[in-house]
């Protein structure tokens, strides 16, 4: 089953070989959708150039070569040469109908599925984990489920901060507070307030700071002690993020980490290779390259430090490892980097230096995904009151007492015990901040507003998990099981028809998510069918409807709203409870 927009602009297209000849068949048909109808299209607009004949004349030949009865009513030229295309309501319904019979709820499978490599989350370990990590992991685990059910082979890619100069710092204060202390136990529920003490000695006491210098030394070294202290380091540290991990509901697993120092073995070579090319040259001590293009502001240009002057290896020399890895070893076709937008430029400047060494093939696509920032009421990088960085784990437990005690408020919550209630909070509060994370464009800034994002109106997770909710009671007042529901759809009322309309682009707004990376697409269009559907079941009776088939029909359409809207919240990995 293919989505109406689709299978129009193939009609069109067929029209235009009709019309104009077998080399119009690969013309884009500019197929949209329309103020005016369900559909325009724009396509003799721009052939004037080819056909040396006025748009409306073009667009009225094309209309009488158009085999399309059986799908629209009779199309209308309008404007300057808009082809205006209505949708029959029988086709309607007779497509709404067989989309109750498809488990992929019309969404096609990609026909050349991809290896699409998805990084996302890539904390630091034990350093500063905060709501920029959250948002880049719940966007990139929805783009990862995306990019899944459209087809395509996933390879997620958790490319966590584990090495580096920090460590020696760490080393030694784990050290100093002995590996079995209570101090060492933070690293599992709070690594932030491991990571601060130990930058609090580095930075008052040089002879920690010292010490921690030379253990860099040491682990860049291989030293047995050091490694050992240091997985111990990472252990920990994971340990806090599996938490994390499975109370967010994200499908990140251990199989799916490959850390900076999983690229610590290849760095010399990728160095090596860049010089021999004479991609990497000496600069003031240091190795660089100096992609084409990019410039400061006094003209000069741009280096990448591929090798630092004291001859260690740096962030960018890791990520032409990575690059070259996930081409090399993954094979990938599409590589989307799920990170902030704050580091734009260095991601633009390391693809620009693996394409100047031939290491990104032609057609493989390297994408920086980039993710905006979370702003507080003030407008500034979300903190505490107090200015301190927010702990994640005291985050989510805000949303869930939050979500909580608006099930209090609700009379309807006196009918759930007190395990039901729970775990309905943990859905509507995760659902919640995950939502808003996903609901602005990726790349935007937004302000979180606890009272915006856990209200039940508005484009908000809340809002779509009570619709869910709401077509559920339905039908246990109805004693049927939605799956019972089968039609066939009818369509008589206009609400009838823009439902069922919607309903039928689902798979289009997943594919559109899918292409641009932009989970934010298919909230967009689940918000618009939720609200449809408000509209529907205000105008139109369903249990109470006066004859069968309208009642069967009704069904149907809720049935399929339901699926849809739970199919689309299962994609963006945003939790529905059975009843709220
Ligand atoms: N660990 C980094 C940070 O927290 C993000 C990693 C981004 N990915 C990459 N391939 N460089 O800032």
Redesign the pocket.
């Known amino acids: 089953m293919a989505n109406p927009q689709e299978l129009l602009a193939r009609r069109v297209q067929d029209g235009l070989a009709a019309a104009f000849g077998e080399a119009f068949s690969g013309t884009d048909p500019l197929v949209r959708p329309s103020q005016h109808a369900d559909f325009q299209s724009n396509v003799a607009l721009s052939l004037p150039g080819q056909l040396h004949r006025p748009p409306r004349e073009i667009a009225a030949e094309l209309v009488r070569s158009l085999q399309i009865t059986d799908m629209c009513l009779p199309p209308e030229v309008s404007g300057p040469g808009f082809i205006n295309l209505t949708l029959r309501d029988d086709w309607i319904a007779r497509q709404a109908s067989e989309m109750l019979g498809d488990d992929r709820l019309g969404t096609y499978r990609a026909a050349d599925p991809q290896t699409v490599v998805v990084?996302y989350s890539?904390?630091?370990i034990a350093k500063e984990m905060h709501v920029g990590?959250l948002r880049t992991t719940i966007v990139g685990d929805a783009i990862a489920r995306i990019m899944d059910f459209a087809g395509h082979h996933v390879i997620r890619d958790n490319?966590v901060?584990d090495w580096g100069t920090q460590f020696g710092m760490l080393i030694e204060h784990l050290l100093d507070v002995g590996e079995d202390s209570p101090e060492a136990g933070t690293l599992r529920t709070d690594p932030n307030r491991f990571y601060q003490a130990a930058r609090a000695a580095f930075d008052s006491d040089p002879e920690f700071a010292e010490r921690s210098r030379q253990r860099v030394v040491l682990l860049q070294g291989g030293d047995p002690v050091s490694l050992r202290i240091w997985h111990e380091l990472v252990a920990l540290s994971m340990d806090y993020l599996h938490r994390m991990y499975s109370r967010l509901q994200v499908s990140l697993t251990d199989e799916d980490i490959r850390g900076e120092s999983f690229y610590n073995a290849m760095l010399p070579d990728v160095v090596a290779d860049l010089e021999t090319a004479g991609i990497a040259v000496p600069s003031e001590g240091a190795l660089c390259a100096f992609p084409p293009g990019f410039t400061g502001r006094d003209g000069s240009p741009l280096p990448v430090i591929i090798r630092k002057s004291d001859g260690g290896y740096n962030?960018s020399s890791t990520?032409l490892a990575?690059i070259r890895y996930r081409v090399d070893d993954l094979g990938c076709d599409r590589a989307i980097?799920v990170?902030g937008s704050a580091?734009a430029l260095h991601f633009r400047m390391v693809f620009a230096v693996a394409r100047q060494a031939g290491w990104i093939p032609e057609t493989t696509s390297f994408e920086h995904a980039q993710i905006g920032n979370v702003l507080g009421t003030d407008g500034k990088i979300l903190r505490t009151r107090s200015g301190d960085s927010i702990k994640l784990s005291a985050l989510l437990q805000e949303g869930v007492d939050r979500a909580r005690g608006i099930l209090d408020e609700l009379e309807a919550s006196a009918q759930f015990d007190e395990a039901t209630l729970a775990s309905i909070a943990e859905a509507v509060g995760i659902g919640a901040v995950k939502y808003a994370d996903l609901s602005t464009a990726r790349d935007s800034e937004y302000v979180f507003d606890w009272d915006r994002m856990i209200s039940f109106k508005g484009n908000t997770g809340p809002y779509l998990q009570y619709a869910t909710a709401r077509i559920r009671s339905i039908f246990r007042r109805a004693g049927l099981a939605p799956e019972r529901a089968t039609g066939p759809v009818v369509i008589a009322e206009e609400a009838e028809r823009g439902l069922a309309l919607k309903l039928l682009g689902f798979g289009a707004a997943v594919w559109s998510a899918a292409d641009a990376a932009q989970p934010h697409r298919l909230c967009v269009y689940l918000f618009e069918l939720a609200s449809l559907f408000t509209t529907f079941y205000e105008l139109c009776p369903v249990l109470k409807a006066e004859d069968e088939p309208v009642r069967a029909s009704r069904l149907a359409l809720c049935a399929l709203t339901l699926r849809v809207l739970l199919g689309g919240l299962d994609l963006l990995g945003v939790p529905v409870p059975e009843r709220m």
């Open positions: 990084e890539s904390p630091n990590h490319h901060g962030y990520d990575t980097y990170v580091q």
